[in-house]
């Protein structure tokens, strides 16, 4: 490579030709450059297209496609970003002078309630979410994301039901009591009207919106790579995602179940959070805060991956410490979920759990900090542009970030805890943290990768955007640290004047309105420059595949990785893949098509059918948002309606869009391999979602059981169970265990394979035993707790009891409804011994089932005879 088409790193210079390596490249990996010799056969190129096209008009609703989801995703998320930042003004300008009567106190509390509420659920975890939808496929190298209706799915749900939500505040009906909702402030005694179930139903369900977005997120990255795109070869950015995901499938469960059950208590008087029936109202705490501390690194980590992905592109050199970093990334996200008790340290925590997760605060730091020094050792490396965009967010991120971080171990210390706490110290900690932690890493990727989605924003408005949320951020929060210190406490909509209060509230005004104008700045450079296209080429120089051209399609063809900078190690790559020098050159079946590789090696398993466009998932996600948004109102009827839609929706969907069965058998992908296009058993995606979905019902379940524990401990001796109570029989979980192994056992004994003997009728008889052998145990649990006197609404103990028996009646019924749609696809010859997808998850859902109706009859019908 000549001297003029590198820089002084002897990487690639924007804009260079690329030369000819192919003989390079062979000898050093191994691998042809182009498994597809060229040219390629006339019309492949139109086809393609054909395959991926757009509906037209209005009809581009019913499009699946990440490159317009993605977008779409990311542009309500930070439309939201928006409406939160407008009611931060409005509690700036309320405490911009003492005693101040611009908001009410009833109006301040849902003011600032929803501002915390949107910020967290409605725009920060929906953001990086929709970034990963946008730059997971090209990063990956794969056309798209294994399943794209249920991306599709959880958008329109959280677009729908996000906007009713944040409209319930024009009507007072929006949540007032904090965006942590504590009971018993949030009782039907304290909170009688609708404001807390807007919370309670309308975030709880945005949440399943989240879980299911996680889980298309994680099969893709583990079963949709580029071929020898390695667990080693994986970009940081597609490293944070996954981790991401996998905290979203463990924490948000925890949310959604104290949500449950601060409802049911709301709704029916089961008393999980009454002390004189039993309950406790420091159990939400803990179930809320189990998810809101892995919150911060949930949104945290994959703003991380994105500057471990400007970093080197910015100063021209690989990361340092490629591998570190992953591990710092892995063990952030383990360390998170042993913080909760941070929010809880004032609670009267015996002092040896108190000392537990103090250290599990300060060592939390010694893995961001391990990515800190990885940062700056590549900017040392290299050569940093200073005057780009990208470069100012990831300095402004790491100076904003760091002091947040150490802010973070003051407050991690039990004694400044206790003097800081719930005072506008712990709101200084919190923004610098979530501002410099994620809003400047997401700024700095939307000018970052904007070429690779719409055209390169202005280099003058993105400074000018920069220097004014610099400034505004740092002067809105660093004097909360010293109101806080002087003494003036959280969530209060005035306060008297005297207290030296008043200077530090008027530089606290002055900094939210710089950084609205930031904001402004950014929203007007988005409008007058953002065009959307998918052109490929680095005004970067960056090594990564996301830089590739490509169309709806994502890549043209497929290439071998054989590095972790694939650009830079081959800057002919582009011209190769462009042209469809490499795999999967066109459409084998006439549908969309994408590649599934193995999870570990990325090694090409078979050629995936991708869903289209359609209309069931839009249906489904629209009756879903409203079945809980009509709950809100005790609209049961119609709530019931729109539930009952929104099932046959989904039914509709999978049964036309799921389960191909092999269409042309053998495809030929180049470089003489040839996939089959249909696979089951765990080789096959939705296997793996299966599997993955399974991760957050277990989170649901050991969240009920740990509910059910924890109110055991804060019981005295003698009140589990309560007096006069005497627990079931114990022979009846026996039975009850009996029926949940056997009909895991016949589903799976009859299983349909090549080669069985006895046609269909052995797996469709299997089937139906299945459903009388789940509906029976299912039945013989109920009956026992009810025989034996256990109530829901008499005490705390009958309430955890029969929230395990409808959480598992839930699954019965879901167990049900997935037999009788086996039966039928079974009826019509969609299933036999080769095309049998249905039939395998039908049954893992079943043996999942079985087994979480086994630990909990053991828990409910055996803990009690232990004590």
């Known amino acids: 490579m000549s001297s003029a088409s590198t820089d002084a790193a002897g990487f690639p210079r924007p804009g260079a030709a690329a030369p000819a390596t192919a003989a390079g490249h062979a000898a050093r990996t191994g691998i042809a450059d182009t498994p597809n010799p060229l ?14 096209a757009f509906p037209r008009g209005w009809r581009v609703l019913s499009e699946v496609n990440n490159t317009l989801i993605g977008p ?3 542009g309500t998320a930070l439309l ?12 700036r300008l309320q405490l911009v002078v003492p005693g101040n009567a611009l908001l009410d106190a009833a109006t301040y509390n849902q003011v600032f309630t929803m501002h915390g509420t949107v910020m967290m659920f409605l725009f920060a975890v929906p953001a990086v979410e929709a970034v990963g939808i946008i730059l997971m496929p090209s990063m990956l190298g794969t056309r798209e994301l294994p399943f794209p209706r249920l991306g599709a799915y959880a958008y329109y749900a959280y677009a729908v039901g996000g906007l009713v939500f944040f409209g319930s505040l024009f009507l007072g009906a929006a949540p007032d009591g904090g965006w942590f909702m504590y009971p018993p402030l949030t009782s039907r005694e304290h909170s009688p009207g609708i404001n807390t179930d807007m919370y309670l139903l309308g975030i709880g369900f945005i949440e399943i919106s989240a879980i299911a977005g996680a889980i298309e997120l994680t099969v893709g990255i583990l079963c949709n790579r580029a071929p020898g795109m390695t667990l080693g070869r994986i970009p940081i950015f597609a490293w944070a995602m996954l981790v991401f995901a996998v905290m979203v499938l463990v924490a948000f469960p925890a949310v959604i179940v104290a949500s449950l059950l601060l409802e049911l208590e709301r709704a029916l008087g089961w008393p999980f959070f009454r002390p004189e029936a039993g309950g406790d109202p420091l159990l939400w705490q803990h179930l809320f805060w189990f998810f809101g501390h892995p919150e911060v690194y949930i949104i945290f980590l994959p703003a991380a991956g994105m500057v471990s992905m400007m970093v080197p592109a910015m100063a021209r050199t690989p990361l340092v410490g490629h591998g570190l970093v992953v591990v710092a990334l892995v063990g952030t996200a383990f360390l998170s979920f042993g913080l909760w008790v941070h929010h809880m340290y004032a609670t009267g925590i015996p002092a040896l759990s108190l000392s537990f997760f103090a250290a599990a605060g300060s060592a939390v730091a010694i893995p961001s900090g391990l990515q800190i020094f990885a940062w700056i050792a590549t900017l040392a490396a290299g050569r940093l542009r200073l005057n780009e965009v990208p470069s100012l967010f990831v300095l402004g991120f790491l100076f904003i970030f760091t002091l947040g971080g150490l802010t973070g171990v003051m407050v991690a210390m039990t004694p400044f805890d206790w003097q800081a706490h719930d005072t506008y110290f712990i709101v200084a900690h919190l923004h610098y943290v979530l501002i410099g932690g994620m809003v400047f890493p997401l700024l700095g990727g939307l000018y970052y990768w904007a070429p690779t989605m719409g055209g390169r924003l202005s280099d003058r408005l993105g400074r000018w955007a920069f220097w004014l949320l610099f400034l505004g951020t740092n002067l809105a929060f660093f004097p909360m640290h010293l109101s806080g210190l002087i003494g003036m406490p959280r969530r209060i909509y005035t306060y008297p004047a005297g207290m030296g209060l008043e200077l530090p509230n008027l530089l606290s005004t002055l900094g939210a309105l710089c950084f609205g104008a930031g904001a402004a700045v950014v929203l007007a450079d988005f409008v007058l420059h953002y065009r959307p296209s998918r052109a490929g080429g680095s005004p970067w120089g960056a090594g990564t595949l996301e830089w590739l051209p490509g169309g709806n399609w994502g890549l043209r063809s497929i290439p071998r990785i054989a590095s972790r900078y694939p650009l830079w190690d081959r800057p002919a790559l582009a011209e190769e893949v462009e042209t469809g020098g490499h795999y999967l050159p066109g459409t084998a079946t006439g549908r969309r098509e994408s590649l599934v590789t193995s999870p570990t090696e990325a090694e090409p398993q078979y050629v995936g059918i991708v869903a289209g466009p359609g209309w069931a998932h839009v249906v489904a996600a629209l009756a879903t948002a ?6 809100t109102g005790s609209l049961y009827i119609p709530s019931l309606a729109a539930g009952v ?12 869009g799921t389960d191909h069965g092999p269409i042309v058998g053998r495809i030929a992908i180049g470089g003489g391999i040839v996939l089959p296009d249909y696979l089951s058993g765990p080789r096959n995606t939705s296997w793996w979602a299966m599997v993955v979905l399974m991760l957050a019902d277990a989170s649901v379940f050991a969240c009920l059981a740990g509910t059910y524990l924890f109110l055991w401990l804060v019981n005295a001796a003698g009140l589990w169970p309560p007096p006069g109570l005497v627990p079931p029989w114990a022979g009846w979980a026996a039975l009850s265990g009996l029926g949940w192994l056997g009909a895991a056992g016949v589903l799976w004994a009859a299983r349909p394979g090549p080669g069985r003997r006895g046609g269909p009728w052995p797996h469709r008889a299997a089937l139906l035993a299945a459903l009388a052998l789940l509906a029976g145990a299912l039945c013989l649990d109920l009956w026992a707790q009810w025989r034996a006197g256990v109530r829901p609404d008499a005490h705390a103990y009958g309430a955890t009891v029969f929230a395990l028996l409808a959480w598992q009646g839930f699954h019965v019924a879901t167990a049900a409804l997935m037999l009788l749609y086996t039966v039928a696809r079974s009826l019509v010859g969609r299933i036999d011994g080769v095309r049998r997808v249905t039939y395998d998850n039908t049954a893992l859902f079943c043996g999942y089932t079985a087994a979480q109706g086994v630990a909990g009859a053991a828990l409910l019908h055996g803990f009690p005879v232990l004590l």
């Open 626 to 631: 409203a079945h809980f948004l009509l709950l």
């Open 39 to 52: 040219p390629r056969p006339p019309g492949e190129a139109e086809a393609l297209a054909r395959a991926w």
């Open 645 to 656: 839609l929104a099932v046959a929706a989904m039914l509709w969907w999978l049964w036309h």
């Open 72 to 74: 779409l995703f990311l």
């Open 80 to 91: 939201f970003f928006l409406l939160a930042g407008v009611l931060g003004l409005l509690i």
